[in-house]
């Protein structure tokens, strides 16, 4: 088990060697429970992530640092979000973030969301010419589908008349 946890660990270690701090990020992520050496593995050794930290990594992927180039243009291909012209709860392309965004916005978004938690992490690129990452997260208001665009958006109008 000692063995295996190391290996595990392993991703913590070289977040760590690039100054991420206060993370852990060694746990998969299940539609059930964990079961066998991850159930034993998860006692005492949730994944936890910051703000700061998303915030850092998304912006170190859309400016090509993540990485390699390579892989951080991979990344963004991923994360691009179309806005579709309708709108389904719980679509990382028509809800959560995107619903702040103006037309002509372009968007790059990894949402998540549990029975606890609601989630966003965003690189948008204006049509008015800013380029900005924002991220946030919200406990026991999974369900609480307007804090995240209310967030945005209060966020981008701050940022455009303050420009």
């Known amino acids: ?3 295996w946890a190391n290996k595990r660990n392993a991703i913590n270690r070289h977040f760590a060697a690039l100054g991420y701090q206060n993370i852990n990020v060694n746990q998969k992520t299940w539609e059930e429970t964990p079961y066998g050496r991850d159930k034993q593995f998860l006692v005492g050794n949730r994944n936890a992530l910051t703000t700061d930290a998303t915030a850092r990594l998304m912006a170190e992927i859309a400016t090509g640092r ?3 180039p390579e892989r951080s243009r991979q990344m963004m291909a991923l ?4 806005r579709p012209t309708t709108r389904r709860a719980d679509d990382q392309a028509s809800d959560f973030a ?3 965004l103006e ?3 372009k968007l790059w978004s990894k949402a998540g969301w549990t029975s606890e938690t609601r989630h966003d992490a965003i690189y948008v690129e ?4 800013m380029k900005v990452v924002i991220v946030v997260f919200t406990l026991n ?6 804090i995240i665009p209310t967030v ?3 966020v981008l109008r701050q940022m455009r008349s303050s420009s």
Not at 79 to 82: C, E, I, Q, T, V
Not at 126 to 129: A, L, Y
Not at 141 to 146: D, I
């Open 1 to 3: 088990m000692k063995v």
């Open 66 to 68: 993540a990485v390699t």
């Open 79 to 82: 994360l691009k979000r179309d």
């Open 98 to 100: 995107s619903r702040a």
């Open 103 to 105: 037309d002509g916005d």
């Open 126 to 129: 204006t049509h008015d010419g």
């Open 141 to 146: 208001h999974a369900h609480e589908r307007e």
């Open 152 to 154: 945005v958006g209060a």
